[in-house]
């Protein structure tokens, strides 16, 4: 359900401000100096910009989720046949997310 059902806060930033600088964060390989100046400039994007989502005001969270899965395709499961041949079929409960959430 995460897959089809979550929007990472820089999209959400994307969407109201479009000439806003956003990306994606990363906590790797980071001294505790950096990585707690990402957690700040983490936690002060998230009120920036997250503020209506943290309040239950989903509105611009369902716009922005939609937007990102409507090309998405559904999982695909690939299985060997009887014949050594493959098949593909589609992930019954990923398509239903896939409807559910675009």
């Not at 989720?65 to 695909?76: G, I, L, S």
Request: glycine letters at 4%; proline letters at 1%; zero cysteines.
């Amino acid at each position: 359900d995460t897959d089809w059902n979550s929007v990472a806060l820089w999209k959400i930033k994307k969407s109201i401000a479009a000439r806003g600088k956003a990306k994606e964060y990363s906590l790797e390989q980071m001294d505790n100096d950096k990585l707690a100046q990402s957690l700040i400039y983490a936690r002060n994007e998230l009120l920036n910009y997250g503020q209506k989502f943290l309040k239950g005001d989903i509105e611009l969270f369902d716009k922005v989720r939609r937007e990102q899965n409507k090309d998405r395709q559904p999982y695909k499961i690939y299985t060997s046949n009887e014949n050594g041949g493959r098949e593909t079929i589609m992930d019954e409960e990923s398509k239903r997310l896939k409807e559910k959430y675009s």
